[in-house]
């Protein structure tokens, strides 16, 4: 057990110590095959179209390589060590490398099937498709590839690609590696190739996102700023359900100020501790999950309509684990790729997430109806109006977080994503605003507000079936049960409502009160 502990906190340790990486791709012992390639695609920005300018990249577009290639034996019959080969090094753009290779149908044990090949062969010299044996077949289009290159490497001497190449227009670049002639073998790289923008070493898809955590992190400041204020003015009366948003607050600011300084590391030195990353992503999920904890039990009527959730906190409590762990995992795999894409564990995870999900929304609207009515038949408008605003901001909210998922998928399979790699940071940020308002909406209803009435300490109140009336108020007489007209449980009630300011001006909650009683009196 100890030793699987230990191993556990090695592995933590050593994935929080690890460096990721933005635009400074690290290749070490990268192996290329032969007939394979090996891609990177990095957004970039010109001088003049640039969102920003600064240091580190100070207004300069460029590209970077410092490589090394050597070869070995892959026990093919065509690999031949003595003979002089080469390997190509190619930039060019999104547009041009959707165009590189050719499809060609070729016989498999499951009957013919188009494959792409991307080398040129003499099949495909035959068919028109290149001119050069061995080399990338690159299609004829409107613009050439901004760099081409073949490292030779000799028998006895390495392949090295030691340059810096100046990006000239604005647009979603892609770094490719081909090993075209077979008797190559296996070719490894060792080296760096690094990408840097006028601004720094972000790439252009993940720049948005430093000033956009900058912006939360202020909002998360002012936010906690104004409400530690008004908890403070009003700490004789504060409620569960705001010490709990406080809480939400707090997890707001970590997450924020998290991933902020991982984006601002990640562009000031092309790599950040992972660590930082993580932590933002496991605040962020704590707060989703909390927040939807939160709901739901305000959805209950805790404090308004029941003072303890009885059987169901377990429920809660079991539902709101499952929903931390996928959502963890899910984020994480989401935050800790660079593909501009979704990757299939992202759908596998997505699957139980979106069941969780709709459990959680089932069970708060539906609480949220029963609420609604219990006030209803206790006759309390302003509580009422507070509880279906609640529903409705929920409502929106489920709207949009409904609607976010359609639309990311139309942009992927229609190609929107690539073509406008600029505003794909807007999906996954579009979460992030979506809570945020939730909690807004939250501190606004259940805001700490001053109560004109003088403070009832209570050390137990009894839960009060919803119908019944505790035995101990109850009033016998002429062998009937009368309840009193304002009972010890409505005036502890009154007090626990005024906390959330609802009471109604003008002696009006008594008169609710008051009235519902006097339905009961026996005259």
């Known amino acids: 057990m100890r030793c699987v502990l230990f191993a556990s906190l090695s592995i933590i340790v050593s994935i ?3 460096d990721a990486s933005a635009s ?22 010109s001088r003049s179209t640039a969102p920003a300018i600064g240091s580190p990249g100070n207004g300069q577009s460029y590209v970077r390589f410092d490589l090394v290639f050597t070869r070995f034996d892959d026990h093919s019959d065509s690999y031949d060590a003595y003979i002089p080969t080469s390997v190509e090094v190619l930039v060019l753009t999104q547009e041009d490398f959707n165009r590189l290779g050719y499809e060609r149908t070729v016989q498999t044990q499951f009957g013919p099937s188009k494959q792409r090949i991307f080398c040129c062969d ?20 409107p613009t050439p590839p901004i760099f081409r290159k073949e490292i030779e490497m000799l028998p006895t001497k390495l392949g090295h690609l030691a340059m810096k190449l100046d990006i000239p227009n604005e647009d979603l670049y892609v770094t490719v590696f081909g090993s075209c002639n077979a008797q190559t073998g296996l070719t490894q790289m060792d080296g760096t190739v690094t990408w840097l923008n006028p601004y720094g070493y972000l790439p252009g898809e993940q720049y948005a996102y430093m000033p956009f955590f900058e912006y ?19 700490w004789r ?17 970590l997450e924020t100020s998290f991933h902020y300084m991982y984006y601002l590391q990640l562009n000031k030195h092309g790599t950040s501790k992972v660590g930082l990353l993580i932590a933002g992503v496991t605040f962020n999920t704590l707060k989703r999950t909390f927040m939807r904890t939160l709901i739901l039990s305000t959805s209950m ?13 377990y429920k809660i409590f079991v539902l709101s684990a499952f929903y931390f762990i996928f959502a963890e995992a899910q984020y994480l795999v989401e935050n800790l ?11 596998f ?48 909210a489920v709207g949009f977080g409904t609607l976010i998922p359609f639309v990311h998928v139309w942009a992927i399979h229609t190609g929107w994503l690539v073509t406008h790699w600029q505003l794909g940071w807007i999906f996954r940020s579009s979460w992030h605003v979506v809570y945020e308002i939730v909690l807004l909406t939250i501190m606004y209803l259940w805001r700490p507000r001053t109560r004109a009435r003088e403070r009832i300490e209570m050390e137990e109140v009894s839960v009060v079936e919803e119908g019944k009336r505790p035995k101990e108020l109850e009033m016998t007489q002429a062998g009937s049960k009368v309840a009193p007209e304002d009972t010890t449980l409505e005036i502890v009630e009154k007090q626990l409502y005024e906390g959330l300011g609802l009471a109604e001006e003008d002696g009006n909650v008594l008169g609710e009160e008051s009235g519902s009683a006097a339905a009961h009196k026996v005259e």
């Open 16 to 18: 929080l110590r690890h």
């Open 24 to 45: 400074v791709i690290d290749y070490h012992a990268k192996q290329l095959p032969y007939g394979y390639l090996d891609f990177h695609r990095t957004g970039m920005y």
């Open 122 to 141: 003499e099949e495909a010299q035959a068919a028109g498709e290149c001119f050069e044996l061995n080399t990338l077949i690159t299609a004829e289009g």
């Open 216 to 234: 939360l992190v202020a909002i998360a400041l002012i936010t906690a700023v104004v409400w530690f204020i008004m908890c403070a003015y009003h």
């Open 237 to 253: 009366e504060i409620l569960a359900v705001q010490i709990g948003i406080s809480f939400l607050i707090l997890l707001f600011m």
């Open 301 to 313: 009527g805790i404090g308004v309509t029941r003072q303890t959730l009885g059987p169901s906190q």
């Open 337 to 347: 790729t660079t593909a501009p894409t979704p990757i299939l564990p992202e759908y």
């Open 349 to 396: 995870l997505m699957v139980p997430l979106v069941a969780l999900d709709m459990g959680f929304a089932t069970w708060i609207f539906r609480e949220l109806i029963r609420t609604i009515v219990r006030l209803k038949e206790r006759r309390q408008t302003r509580k009422i109006r507070v509880f279906r605003r609640l529903q409705v901001a929920l409502a929106v």
